[in-house]
């Protein structure tokens, strides 16, 4: 069954460094999204695309924050100077559109970053 | 603004129903999903029900779906050790098909012999 796979499972970084986290969605969706979950809270939306643009972001996703496609299978989170408070698991998730069953979210196992 | 909120924790014997409660607060929500999480792994979509539909089944799974009160329960029947996990519920609008998932803080459900 296919599967979104994320890359790597676990980052250590310093405060201050650029991170890139890696995501292969499933190969016929057509739409890509990032969510974190800080340790002990609810899962939060980051940002959604499509066509090779962000459709909506949330408050959280500001100027530190990019995301790319940058070939046909890759989806990247980067970002571009760690804060402590980054610390979270990233999770991506990848959906297709189809008539009736658009709106299925299928998500990866997720990066858990350490932001030291 | 958007906002799910769930219970937190729930207990069960083994063999025993389980139900999972969520209430959310945005009424133009198109779907709602019930989301399942084992210890290091990611979020396992377990079902969903459209806004216009009341119930849904899918084998062990009841999804009940209350529109007036916005509240959204799911039912697993017979639960077994490995139904142990964080269910998350999530809600979803659409514009343009365009969508992002607003969850809820999850339930841990602990199955015990």
């Known amino acids: 069954e296919p599967e979104v796979t994320q890359t790597p499972s676990h980052q250590v970084t310093q405060m201050g460094q650029e991170v890139i986290l890696r995501c292969v969605p499933i190969?016929?969706?057509?739409?890509f999204y990032w969510y974190r979950q800080i340790l002990g809270q609810k899962v939060e939306f980051l940002v959604s695309?499509?066509?090779?643009?962000?459709?909506?972001k949330s408050e959280i996703f500001d100027d530190q924050f990019s995301v790319e496609r940058p070939d046909g299978s890759n989806f990247t989170l980067k970002i571009r100077s760690t804060k402590l408070e980054d610390s979270a698991m990233y999770f991506c998730?990848?959906?297709?559109?189809?008539?009736?069953?658009?709106?299925?979210?299928?998500f990866g196992p997720g990066t858990r970053l350490t932001v030291t | 603004g958007e906002d799910v909120e769930q219970s937190l924790f729930l207990s069960v014997r083994e063999g025993d129903s389980s139900v999972i409660n969520c209430t959310y607060t945005?009424?133009?929500?198109?779907?709602l999903y019930w989301y399942k999480q084992e210890p290091g792994a990611g979020l396992q979509l377990l079902t969903y029900i459209f806004s216009n539909m009341d119930m849904k089944q899918d084998q062990r799974l009841t999804v009940l779906l209350n529109k007036k009160d916005k509240h959204l329960s799911l039912r697993i029947a017979d639960t077994q050790t490995g139904d142990s996990a964080i269910y998350f519920c999530?809600?979803?609008?659409?514009?343009?098909?365009?969508?992002?998932?607003?969850f809820g803080a999850g339930t841990r459900l602990a199955v015990h012999p």
């Open positions: 695309f499509y066509n090779n643009e962000i459709s909506e």
């Open positions: 999530a809600e979803s609008t659409s514009s343009g098909g365009y969508n992002k998932l607003i």
């Open positions: 190969s016929n969706h057509l739409y």
């Open positions: 998730a990848s959906s297709q559109w189809a008539e009736r069953e658009s709106y299925e979210q299928y």
């Open positions: 945005d009424s133009s929500s198109t779907y």
